[in-house]
C-alpha cells in the first residue's frame, strides 16, 4: 500500500503543556510553533491584560486618532473634546465596517465609509440614515475598550474586567517618566518591522543582553556591561564596585534634579513591569553614535543633557528608553504564530525642528541597526525552535534571569487563563 506523504502535527493539550514546563529553562518548541498556542497568547494573554499600543503625543488635539490590530480585534484610540484619551473597537454598530482604515488621523466625527453612521469623539451614534421611526441611537454608541493613560503611554485592555494593578504601576511609575513630558513630545521617527519569528522570542531577545557584545555594536557603546549582566567570576567583576558606586552617585545627583531613579521590579505582578535609570558610558548623554545628545532641545524640565537613561519594561509587549533628549518606545504585536509587528518611535521635544536641533538619521541609527540585527537573531531561533532537534535549554542565572521572569509570567498568565476558561 502506497504511503501517504501528508504529515500531521500531534493535538496539543495546552494544560499538559504549560504543567511539564522545566524551569529555568526555554520554552518547549510548540510554544514558538502552534497555531493552537498562539490562539491561546491572544485570547488569555493580549486580549486579558494591558497592552501598549501608542503615545499621546501621536493625538495632541481633539479628533486626532491612531488605530492598531491585536489580534483580530481593530482598536481606535483618539482625543475627544474634553481632551481625554478614549478607546473604542473600531467597528461600526450597523453593520461591522472599520470605521477608520488609516494608521493615524484627525477627524471632527467619525463617520463609517460604508452608510455613513456618525459618532461623536465620546462613541455617541448621532446619525443614522433610512432608519424605521422609533430606533434608538443610544443603543448603538460604539464599544468601548479599556484605556490608560501612564503619563502619555497609552496601555488598552480588551477583557471585561481588566487587571486593577495597573493603578499600582501608574502610581509608581509616573514621578519616573513625568519629568520627560511626552505631551510636549512629537513623533520624529517611526519604523515598524515584521519579524519571521513567534512574540515570545522577540520578548525574550529583549529581556537580555547576553547578546549584546557579540551583536550590537551600536548599541554598547554607550552600555556599560555592568548594566545588562555578566558573570561574577569574568573579567568584569573586579570593576564592579567602581560602577556601582557610580550608580549611587548618579542616582543622588539625578533624584536631587526629580528624576527618580531607583529600581522597581514588579515582573511577576499581572500587570508586570520593571524600570530603573542607569548611566551611560563616555559622553552618557543618549544612546547615540557617539553617546552625546541627539536632540538639542531637552524633554521637559530637563537640563541636565547627561541625565542616563530610563528603561521601562512591561508585561507583555513593550520596552521603552528615556533619555534627557529623546525617547524611543517599543510596541511588539503577534500576527501569527511565526510572525511579529515591532513598532519603534523615536519621540522628541514638539518644538524641535528636525535638521536644525536633531538629524533623523542620526537620532536613529543605534537602534534601527540593533532592531536590525535582533530580527536576524529572532528569526535565527524561530529556524532553530523548528527543528527536530531543538530542547529546551538552560537559562544562564547571571544574564538571562529577567527572560525567565518574563517565561515565568507568561506560563502563569496563561496557565490562569486556561483554569479560568475550564472553570
Same mark, same amino acid.
Request: aromatic share 10%; proline share 5%.
Given at each position: 500500500?502506497?504511503?501517504?506523504?501528508?504529515?500531521f502535527?500531534? $493535538?496539543?493539550?495546552?494544560?499538559e503543556?504549560?504543567?511539564?514546563?522545566?524551569a529555568?529553562?526555554?520554552?518547549e +518548541?510548540?510554544f514558538y510553533?502552534s497555531?493552537?498556542?498562539?490562539?491561546?497568547d491572544?485570547?488569555?494573554i493580549?486580549?486579558?491584560?494591558?497592552?501598549?499600543?501608542?503615545?499621546?503625543? #501621536?493625538?495632541?488635539?481633539?479628533?486626532?486618532y491612531?488605530?492598531?490590530e491585536?489580534?483580530?480585534?481593530?482598536?481606535?484610540?483618539l482625543?475627544?473634546?474634553d481632551?481625554?484619551?478614549?478607546?473604542?473597537h473600531? $467597528?461600526c454598530?450597523?453593520?461591522g465596517?472599520r470605521?477608520c482604515n488609516?494608521?493615524?488621523?484627525s477627524?471632527g466625527?467619525?463617520v463609517? /465609509?460604508?452608510?455613513?453612521w456618525?459618532?461623536n469623539?465620546?462613541?455617541?451614534?448621532?446619525?443614522?440614515?433610512?432608519?424605521?421611526?422609533?430606533?434608538?441611537?443610544?443603543h448603538h454608541?460604539?464599544?468601548p475598550?479599556? $484605556?490608560?493613560?501612564?503619563?502619555?503611554?497609552?496601555f488598552?485592555?480588551?477583557?471585561? @474586567?481588566?487587571?486593577?494593578?495597573i493603578d499600582?504601576?501608574?502610581?509608581?511609575?509616573?514621578?519616573?517618566?513625568?519629568?520627560h513630558?511626552?505631551?510636549?513630545?512629537? $513623533?520624529?521617527?517611526?519604523i515598524?518591522?515584521? @519579524?519571521a519569528?513567534?512574540?515570545?522570542?522577540?520578548m525574550?531577545?529583549?529581556? #537580555?543582553?547576553?547578546?549584546?557584545?557579540?551583536?550590537h555594536? #551600536?548599541?554598547?557603546?554607550?552600555l556599560?556591561?555592568?548594566?545588562?549582566?555578566?558573570?561574577?567570576?569574568?573579567?568584569?567583576?573586579a570593576?564592579?564596585?567602581?560602577?556601582?558606586?557610580?550608580v549611587?552617585?548618579n542616582? @543622588?545627583?539625578w533624584? +536631587?534634579c526629580?528624576?527618580?531613579?531607583? @529600581?522597581?521590579?514588579?515582573?511577576?505582578?499581572?500587570t508586570?513591569?520593571?524600570?530603573?535609570?542607569m548611566?551611560?558610558?563616555?559622553?552618557?548623554?543618549?544612546?547615540t553614535m557617539d553617546?552625546? +545628545?541627539?536632540?538639542?532641545?531637552?524633554?521637559?524640565?530637563?537640563?541636565d543633557p547627561?541625565?542616563g537613561?530610563?528603561?521601562?519594561?512591561?508585561? /507583555?509587549?513593550?520596552w521603552?528608553?528615556?533619555?534627557? %533628549?529623546?525617547?524611543?518606545?517599543?510596541t511588539?504585536l503577534?500576527?501569527?504564530?511565526?510572525?511579529?509587528l515591532?513598532?519603534?518611535?523615536?519621540?522628541?521635544?514638539k518644538d524641535?525642528?528636525?535638521?536644525?536641533?536633531?538629524? &533623523? %538619521?542620526?537620532?536613529?541609527?543605534?537602534?534601527?541597526?540593533?532592531n536590525?540585527?535582533?530580527?536576524?537573531?529572532?528569526?535565527?531561533?524561530?529556524?532553530g525552535v523548528?527543528?527536530?532537534?531543538?530542547r529546551?535549554?538552560?537559562?544562564s542565572?547571571?544574564?538571562e534571569e529577567? &527572560?525567565e521572569?518574563?517565561t515565568?509570567?507568561?506560563?502563569?498568565r496563561?496557565g490562569?487563563?486556561?483554569d479560568?476558561?475550564?472553570?
Amino acid at each position: 500500500m502506497q504511503q501517504s506523504t501528508l504529515s500531521f502535527k500531534p $493535538v496539543i493539550n495546552l494544560r499538559e503543556l504549560v504543567a511539564r514546563r522545566q524551569a529555568g529553562h526555554s520554552l518547549e +518548541a510548540p510554544f514558538y510553533n502552534s497555531q493552537a498556542v498562539f490562539d491561546a497568547d491572544i485570547e488569555h494573554i493580549f486580549r486579558r491584560h494591558w497592552i501598549y499600543v501608542g503615545v499621546t503625543a #501621536e493625538i495632541p488635539e481633539p479628533g486626532d486618532y491612531i488605530t492598531v490590530e491585536i489580534g483580530k480585534e481593530p482598536i481606535l484610540i483618539l482625543r475627544d473634546d474634553d481632551m481625554q484619551v478614549k478607546a473604542f473597537h473600531n $467597528v461600526c454598530r450597523h453593520r461591522g465596517s472599520r470605521l477608520c482604515n488609516s494608521e493615524k488621523g484627525s477627524v471632527g466625527n467619525l463617520v463609517c /465609509p460604508y452608510h455613513q453612521w456618525t459618532y461623536n469623539l465620546s462613541g455617541k451614534l448621532i446619525f443614522a440614515d433610512h432608519m424605521p421611526e422609533g430606533f434608538d441611537m443610544s443603543h448603538h454608541s460604539l464599544k468601548p475598550v479599556h $484605556v490608560r493613560n501612564l503619563e502619555g503611554l497609552i496601555f488598552v485592555c480588551l477583557a471585561d @474586567e481588566a487587571p486593577a494593578d495597573i493603578d499600582q504601576m501608574i502610581s509608581q511609575m509616573s514621578p519616573y517618566i513625568a519629568p520627560h513630558q511626552i505631551d510636549n513630545c512629537k $513623533v520624529a521617527a517611526q519604523i515598524d518591522i515584521i @519579524e519571521a519569528g513567534n512574540w515570545k522570542l522577540t520578548m525574550e531577545n529583549n529581556r #537580555e543582553c547576553y547578546h549584546c557584545t557579540g551583536n550590537h555594536p #551600536e548599541l554598547t557603546i554607550s552600555l556599560y556591561a555592568y548594566s545588562y549582566g555578566f558573570a561574577p567570576k569574568s573579567e568584569l567583576a573586579a570593576g564592579l564596585e567602581g560602577y556601582e558606586k557610580l550608580v549611587r552617585e548618579n542616582h @543622588e545627583r539625578w533624584e +536631587a534634579c526629580g528624576l527618580p531613579s531607583a @529600581e522597581i521590579e514588579k515582573l511577576s505582578d499581572v500587570t508586570g513591569f520593571r524600570t530603573m535609570r542607569m548611566p551611560l558610558d563616555r559622553k552618557g548623554q543618549s544612546q547615540t553614535m557617539d553617546t552625546g +545628545a541627539a536632540c538639542k532641545k531637552l524633554l521637559g524640565d530637563i537640563t541636565d543633557p547627561s541625565s542616563g537613561g530610563l528603561s521601562f519594561w512591561t508585561q /507583555p509587549n513593550s520596552w521603552h528608553h528615556f533619555m534627557a %533628549d529623546h525617547i524611543v518606545t517599543f510596541t511588539v504585536l503577534p500576527l501569527t504564530p511565526e510572525t511579529t509587528l515591532v513598532r519603534t518611535k523615536w519621540l522628541v521635544h514638539k518644538d524641535a525642528v528636525e535638521g536644525v536641533d536633531y538629524n &533623523v %538619521d542620526n537620532l536613529t541609527r543605534v537602534w534601527n541597526a540593533t532592531n536590525g540585527q535582533d530580527r536576524h537573531l529572532v528569526e535565527e531561533s524561530q529556524v532553530g525552535v523548528n527543528s527536530s532537534a531543538y530542547r529546551p535549554g538552560p537559562y544562564s542565572p547571571y544574564t538571562e534571569e529577567l &527572560v525567565e521572569k518574563f517565561t515565568n509570567w507568561y506560563i502563569n498568565r496563561l496557565g490562569h487563563g486556561l483554569d479560568t476558561a475550564q472553570g
